[in-house]
């Protein structure tokens, strides 16, 4: 029973071009949240997504980044245009309901130069 | 603002000694959950509470929830070097499904 795959573990991107993190659920899980996490800080919630919809993108930057989650395949957590200040763990976690535990995957590590 | 206040942030100890993580909220959580995350890996639930005053136990482990559901607890008795990590706890409020994480207590158990 394979937990949450992310990939890739690590990504480095140049200042100006894109970055894309995928995110495969637990098997049986329809629910998605993305979380960021600076160095030795606690994690912040970027986006919430269920099956084609997003339920709460509060925590999401304005501009440049978005996220989905299609019918088929991998939740995708995107970002246009990186700059340094992009850098950090990147951490996807599912569950099978709304107010489930959640199950973290173990991260995309993103390095801008 | 940090709604989930942890403390203390850095832990040292010798092994053998006991320890305990406060993590503290003016706000109500329906659950809170405590993860133990090792560098370069992504945190690893170790346990969820739910009532008010509900006290759980894993091994060495004694985890609190208060009476409130504002504040949680979690003591280690004993500790081991393998016990060293990142630990974080995260509290959920009814229908919003996102997790709001304390920035973390990292503890060190020296052998």
């Known amino acids: 029973n394979a937990g949450v795959m992310q990939n890739p573990r690590h990504l480095v991107r140049r200042r100006g071009q894109e970055a894309r993190l995928r995110c495969s659920p637990m098997k049986g899980h329809s629910h998605v949240y993305w979380y960021r996490q600076l160095p030795e800080e606690g994690l912040k919630f970027m986006v919430y997504l269920q099956k084609e919809n997003i339920i709460d993108e509060s925590g999401m930057p304005k501009e440049r980044f978005s996220a989905e989650f299609p019918k088929e395949g991998p939740s995708i957590l995107r970002i246009q245009q990186v700059v340094r200040g992009d850098s950090a763990a990147y951490f996807c976690?599912?569950?099978?309901?709304?107010?489930?535990?959640?199950?973290f995957g173990q991260g995309t590590r993103l390095t801008v130069v | 603002t940090q709604l989930l206040e942890q403390s203390p942030q850095f832990l040292s100890i010798q092994e053998g000694e006991n320890l305990t993580v406060y993590c503290n909220s003016s706000?109500?959580?329906?659950?809170l959950q405590w993860y133990r995350q090792e560098p370069g890996e992504g945190p690893v639930l170790l346990v969820t509470v739910v009532t008010g005053g509900e006290v759980k136990k894993l091994k060495r482990l004694t985890f609190q929830f208060g009476d409130a559901r504002k504040d949680s607890s979690l003591h280690i008795t004993a500790a081991q070097p393998g016990d060293t990590g990142l630990y974080l706890c995260?509290?959920?409020?009814?229908?919003?499904?996102?997790?709001?994480f304390g920035q973390g207590t990292t503890l060190q158990v020296k052998p």
């Open positions: 706000s109500v959580f329906s659950s």
């Open positions: 976690a599912s569950s099978p309901g709304m107010n489930t535990e959640a199950f």
């Open positions: 995260a509290g959920a409020r009814s229908n919003t499904g996102k997790l709001i």
